[in-house]
């Protein structure tokens, strides 16, 4: 096909209608554009190699089609956009110098400017275009609860010392932690709570007193955190300990018992005593 554009003095005119759809190439082309082309083809076309009903026809539906398909992309566009209302998401923004912002935050609503989706996200609108990434709410409530690092402590019985579990967080972004709780479990399934007194913590570091462990048999035993966190968070998976040695009594309290013991036979040697005095004088009674 030809096209024949009016000449001036030997100079080409082009008419504005066709300038102004020139402008436009370097975007989208939507169905007034394409009306336009049609347009100035019809008008500029050779009169001696005249156009046929039927390309005309084919052009328009091909126009048609190409609008129907825009419409789709656009209402999908829509449709997704607005299914993110209370998402998570990061956005990453270039301003015109190039520069690059990244912004996280949930999508407050979702707004209409120009026929394109814009989101709220922390008070500000940002195009939707710029969304880099959907985040899990699963994923990132995960990410924020308290946690603890996967170890194994021991305990020696021989030679006790107070037990130290490290990498403990409390959590973060509305999910912290104010204290926890910790309890033993035993291969035979017996539950050992630890009193609170007996546990401290700093710094990501729980410290249990070594008393906690002097009355317990060598083996291994599961220990258990529980957070007070608003998931109500317990960890039984992340932190083993393995006890060994045997447990040893107290000289201290055998020697205390060794003496109730003499006490207590003192006691019964004084009544037996006084059993045989009392026999003994029913007696000199009875010969008198």
């Known amino acids: 096909m030809s096209l024949v554009a009016p000449v001036d003095n030997g100079q080409v005119n082009i008419s504005e209608t066709s300038q102004e759809t020139e402008k436009k190439t370097g975007s989208a082309l939507d169905k007034d554009d394409f009306l336009m082309l049609l ?27 190409l609008e129907q398909m825009q419409n789709l992309n656009s209402t999908a566009t829509n449709t997704s956009a607005y299914t993110l209302v209370g998402k998570q998401v990061r956005i990453r923004e270039t301003s015109e110098t190039g520069a690059e912002k990244e912004v996280q935050g949930m999508v407050e609503y979702v707004k209409m400017q120009n026929g394109k989706p814009y989101v709220s996200v922390n008070g500000e609108m940002y195009s939707y275009d710029d969304i880099v990434e959907v985040i899990d709410d699963n994923y990132l409530i995960s990410q924020y609860i308290p946690s603890v690092k996967q170890q194994e402590i021991t305990y020696l019985h021989h030679d006790p010392q107070n037990a130290k579990i490290t990498g403990i967080s409390m959590g973060s972004n509305g999910y912290e932690a104010t204290s926890l709780a ?94 045989d005095k009392t026999e003994n004088t029913g007696k000199e009674t009875a010969q008198a």
């Open 39 to 65: 347009v100035t083809q019809m008008k500029y076309q050779d009169p001696l190699e005249p156009e046929s009903n039927t390309e005309y026809v084919a052009q328009l539906a091909q126009f048609s089609s």
């Open 182 to 275: 910790v309890a033993l479990m035993a291969e035979d399934g017996t539950t050992t709570k630890i009193d609170a007194g007996k546990l401290s913590y700093k710094n990501g570091v729980l410290t249990i007193d070594k008393s906690v462990f002097a009355s317990l048999p060598a083996g291994k035993y599961v220990v258990g955190i529980g957070f007070d966190d608003i998931n109500k968070t317990v960890d039984y998976a992340s932190v083993t300990l393995t006890i060994k040695g045997n447990v040893e009594k107290n000289p201290d309290t055998a020697g205390k018992d060794t003496e109730n013991t003499d006490k207590v036979t003192d006691g019964t040697d004084k009544d037996a005593e006084n059993t």
